[in-house]
């Protein structure tokens, strides 16, 4: 096994790890949490889908983004496909579907996002939302970023995407920083910024935010503060 492969393996590891006992142990809609709602600048997006739209949420988690966008979709005839490689994600994100009585607006896959493509010219929406940077190394980016695109519907198909990058990771009571090498895509903001404006050209209604980022995670008997970087992208396909 490739070095690559053997730091990947750990990655996604320690990945699922976390978000697995997050998931169990937390009230995710509660104040505080990062998933107790959803991104306003993915909402503004959604906002423009049309009847009958398809869209597709990548790392889905247990819902944050994905049961609203079936929300507003639901007299519009619309549907949500979403993917997690984590059987518990998905199972917090059927109980919120049922809560919200979207059940019939929402389907899953227990796939790893990491290393399946999507159909290609299928959604009308493709949401990819601190996805990849965990688990796909920096140089295979581009190539999920293609499949992101192929993804999309020609003719206005939307890839609304978030990286967080330029992740640092500190003891949060003596701000001694730690390794952050589980975070395989850990990019430059320019140097994801210079990626997306290559990739994209041609592409209409480009928006790119970018913003600071602060997390508390608790890793056994020790608080970790995590920093990054938040790139924030979305743009139509031709």
């Known amino acids: 096994m490739s070095n690559e492969w ?26 505080g949490s990062w998933l107790a709602g959803p ?15 398809y869209v597709v949420d990548v ?30 994600a998905l199972e917090r994100l059927s109980e919120a579907a049922e809560a919200a009585g979207v059940v019939d607006q929402i389907e899953t896959q227990a796939i790893d996002v990491a290393t399946t493509s999507l159909l290609a010219g299928s959604y ?8 990849w940077e965990a ?3 920096c140089a295979d980016i581009a ?12 003719g206005g198909g939307l890839n609304v995407i978030m990286f967080n990058t330029e992740m640092r990771r500190f003891d ?4 001694v920083e730690l390794d952050a090498s589980s975070k395989l895509g850990n990019f430059n903001a320019r140097d994801l910024l210079s990626l997306l404006r ?17 997390e508390f995670v608790a890793d056994g008997n020790r608080t970790d503060r995590w920093t990054a970087k938040q790139v924030l992208f979305s743009a139509r396909k031709p």
């Open 135 to 137: 688990t796909v190394p």
């Open 198 to 214: 290559r990739l994209y050209e041609g592409w209409s209604a480009i928006r790119i935010e970018t913003r600071d980022d602060e």
């Open 172 to 175: 949060a009571s003596s701000g």
């Open 59 to 88: 790392g889905c988690g247990p819902g944050r983004h994905a049961i609203p966008i079936a929300l507003y979709l639901k007299s519009l005839g619309g549907r949500v496909l979403c993917i997690d490689y984590l059987p518990i």
């Open 6 to 31: 053997q730091n990947r393996d750990y990655a996604v590891d320690a990945d699922r790890t976390y978000h697995e006992r997050y998931f169990r142990e937390n009230n995710l809609s509660a104040p």
């Open 143 to 154: 190539a999920k970023l293609v499949e992101l695109q192929e993804a999309a519907k020609s």
């Open 124 to 131: 009308d929406m493709c949401l990819a939302w601190s996805v």
């Open 39 to 53: 991104d306003e600048f993915v909402l503004r997006q959604a906002r423009s889908l049309a009847k009958n739209s």
